[in-house]
């Protein structure tokens, strides 16, 4: 009988406020409704303790400036670490599949950390996802990310990685948080059409979110024949969200679980407490593990019925017409400070709204025949003026882009508050801070 693995981690120490909708009762309602149900007594069904990440797990992917120690990251580290337990054991063939039902959250969460924003402060999927690479020799992974809003910190730590195919299924940015995931979102220099980012309009349902699954997504996962689906599984798209204005329902959920049919899943955003999230998850766990979910029906009745229509597969051929067109615009430097090869330049802000700053940042990206290319981002806090570094040599990466990494961690070593390096194709990861000198992880 094929394995599902099932791991809770409810965060009671954190919170970000007793009436936020980011606290620790998201979790509580759904693990009694398993238990009601009797899903914790089905055979297939295989329970895990939750586990603590390394810091050298988290900045093999994550830059957290100006030090993981300026951070509150108990609960974020064992979030995370949660995730890895559940990554474990499925590399070890313990699971067919898994869910880690974990808080704090992680997508929004990007290469670069200065604090939170949109509940996030460490990407745990992300984290998931190059753990298993490092030590699994897993190659290719696609990560569909089902959350109501754009996951855009995903997208930023893969942005430029092509063996990372990243979709993100969200509401329009143009209405809501974090006002990204556009189509012409689809990826840097060297990794170009591997990001597909699909926005949606408000009062999107059932059937509408199956057809883009279906003719689109899956086919797109089909080619690019990744060795591991990640599901981002944020369950905000449900109809009685209160933070979003999308007609999902639980059983619509179950079907994009059946649909994508994840390796691991690992829960992001929803905020109903009550009146989704014991029917949303007890539906993906039911899908997860082959059993029939037509049976989960929340106690309300959609707000905005909504089925299939013209007007919507309309919508979505003009969409996939305007992705197709979509052509890259890439702005070439050649900065003196730079090593040798073509670098393009990408400059951007990052809002931090939880705690209401900007981060500057200005990223540089080696254009590359042989590998994903050096990424180096330059960070800065607005409100301290401290500036960051991170560079990034990445996995499978060529002899030249691997020197250009250390040519750059050379130069920028006292020119920052702090520098990272992360040498992601020798799991070597070292922090260089203005007044402790340089941690080896």
Known sequence: MKQTGLLFFPAFDWSLGDTHPEREERLLYTQEQLFEEGVMDLPQIKHYAPGLASLKD??????????????????HLIAAGSSLVLGEAWAKKEIHNGFALVRPPGHHSGAT?????????????AILINHLRTFHGIKKVAIVDTDVHHGDGTQDIFYH???????????????LYPGSGFIYEKGGPN?????LDIPLPPGTGDEDLHHVLENWVLPRIYDFQPDLIINSAGQDNHFTDPLASMSVTARGYGRITELLNPDLAVLEGGYSIEGALPYVNLAIVLALAGEDYQGVIEPQKPRHPHSGSNAFRGFLKELKEQYRRAKPDWNIRADSFLPEGKWVYIPHSVYYDTEGFQEGRKDWIRQ??????TV?????????GNTFALVRIPFAACEQCTQAGYDLWEHLIGRKTSVLLQDQQHNKVELWHLDKGVTHF
């Open 58 to 75: 988290v900045q093999r992917t994550q830059g957290i400036f100006p030090a993981p120690e300026s951070h509150d990251l108990d609960a």
């Open 113 to 125: 950390v200065l604090g939170n924003r949109g509940f996030c402060t460490l990407n745990n999927e």
């Open 161 to 175: 990685d092509p063996n990372v195919l990243f979709v993100s299924i969200h509401q329009d940015g143009r209405t």
């Open 191 to 195: 990794a170009w059409e591997t990001t």
């Open 368 to 373: 590359c025949n042989h590998c994903g290319g």
């Open 376 to 384: 180096l981002i330059e960070s800065q806090h607005t409100v301290t």
